[in-house]
């Protein structure tokens, strides 16, 4: 069997096996495509994984909602810093949503870092 380079013309051949082979040519090149679509549909198709932590609404006006949604979280220490480092908050946050209210604090960038073990989280918001 004579493989024929993918876009080259089968008139090198003659006749109907040229036609044959280039249509049994183009019916691999279908069946692998389609094999690696329909996977890579199969795959976009699950439910997509939804965030396990959000910060909420992003920007605020100094209250917001830190919602954990993933046991590994459960009993992080959550620490509040402002752009220049300063510690505003630390609490500790359970399962569900942790409600935060930083009326004193000025409009600007802020950072809260989920730290439990091995295992750091940084959500970064806008205070107006």
């Known amino acids: 069997m004579i493989l024929l380079p993918f876009g080259?013309?089968?008139d090198?051949?003659?006749g109907e096996k040229a036609l044959a082979l280039e249509m049994a040519q183009q019916e691999k090149i279908y069946n692998i495509l389609l094999s690696a679509t329909s996977e890579l549909v199969a795959d976009t198709q699950q439910e997509p994984d939804?965030?396990?932590v959000q910060l909420f609404p992003n920007p605020n006006q100094?209250?917001?909602t830190l919602k954990i949604a993933d046991d590994i979280w459960q009993g992080a220490t959550a620490t509040l810093?402002?752009?220049i480092g300063l510690e505003i908050d630390r609490r500790t946050v359970l399962l569900g949503e942790n409600s935060y209210n930083i009326p004193?604090?000025?409009p600007g960038?802020?950072?809260l870092t989920l730290q439990r073990g091995d295992y750091q989280k940084v959500l970064r918001f806008v205070k107006r």
Do not use: D, S, T
């Open 50 to 52: 939804k965030p396990k």
């Open 8 to 10: 080259a013309k089968a």
């Open 12 to 14: 090198l051949l003659c």
């Open 81 to 83: 810093h402002n752009i």
């Open 62 to 64: 100094g209250e917001f």
């Open 104 to 106: 004193e604090c000025q």
């Open 109 to 111: 960038i802020y950072f």
